[in-house]
Nanobody
Framework: QVQLVESGGGLVQAGGSLRLSCAAS????????MGWFRQAPGKEREFVAA????????YYRDSVKGRFTISRDSGGNTVILQMHSLKPEDSAVYYC????????????????WGQGTQVTVSS
């Protein structure tokens, strides 16, 4: 069992930056493909970014390309989502997720999920 905990959310003005972190208790995240998803009120959860086990492959949704960067720390225990040039439409609860085998833009590939962290971008 992998327990994921997100942190780093908050309130920021449009154009600002936030750094989300996802840490695991009990296990290193280097064994998993990792993804970030988000869900805004009244909307379905959507894919944001993903990184492979070896950090050699990353995926991003089109609307965040060039603004968001997903990475792993050197210890392999934390996955980071660095967000710049934030827009009001980025406001959502952000979830990190772990996939035992690969990475994907699809939720069904991910086995473990965190509780989420709120990101609010004011205009």
């Amino acid at each position: 069992q992998v327990q994921l905990v997100e942190s780093g959310g908050g309130l920021v003005q449009a154009g600002g930056s936030l750094r989300l972190s996802c840490a695991a208790s009990g296990r290193t995240l280097s064994r998993y493909g990792m993804g970030w998803f988000r869900q805004a009120p009244g909307k379905e959860r959507e894919f944001v970014a993903a990184i492979s086990k070896w950090s050699d492959t990353t995926y991003y949704r089109d609307s965040v390309k060039g603004r968001f960067t997903i990475s792993r720390d050197s210890g392999g225990n934390t996955v980071i989502l660095q967000m710049h040039s934030l827009k009001p439409e980025d406001s959502a609860v952000y979830y990190c997720a772990a996939a035992p085998s690969t990475i994907s833009t699809k939720e069904s590939f991910y086995t473990y999920w965190g509780q989420g962290t709120q990101v609010t971008v004011s205009s």
